[in-house]
């Protein structure tokens, strides 16, 4: 069973930036494909960003060039660097894995707040 703890979340102005960090256990972290999602109250859930068990990454248009994610295999943790900050990326980010070849992100963290203020 894959467990996933999230960290990081705070609040920053507009413009700033912030580092979440999703430490993995229960699994071997180099067969996980690693993501970030969020999701507003009321809203469906967003798929942000993504970086494969090889090292791959992918990005929803809103967060390209803002957005960096990253992992670290020695640490089994998963970063998304976000920078320029804009108040519409407020919401809370959730980080999800699912073994390489799978299709669904089968295991789920509990989510880390994120608040940028105008």
């Known amino acids: 069973q894959v467990q996933l703890v999230e960290s990081g979340g705070g609040l920053v102005q507009t413009g700033g930036s912030l580092r979440l960090s999703c430490a993995a256990s229960g699994g071997t972290f180099t067969r996980l494909d690693m993501a970030w999602f969020r999701q507003a109250p009321g809203v469906e859930r967003e798929f942000v960003a993504a970086?494969?068990?090889?090292?791959?990454?992918s990005y929803t248009g809103s967060v390209k060039g803002r957005f960096t994610i990253s992992r670290d295999n020695a640490k089994n943790t998963v970063y998304l660097q976000m920078n320029s900050l804009k108040p519409e990326d407020t919401t809370v980010y959730y980080c999800a894995a699912r073994f390489r070849f799978t299709s669904q992100y089968a295991y789920w963290g509990q989510g880390t707040q994120v608040t940028v203020s105008s």
């Open positions: 970086v494969n068990w090889s090292g791959d990454t």
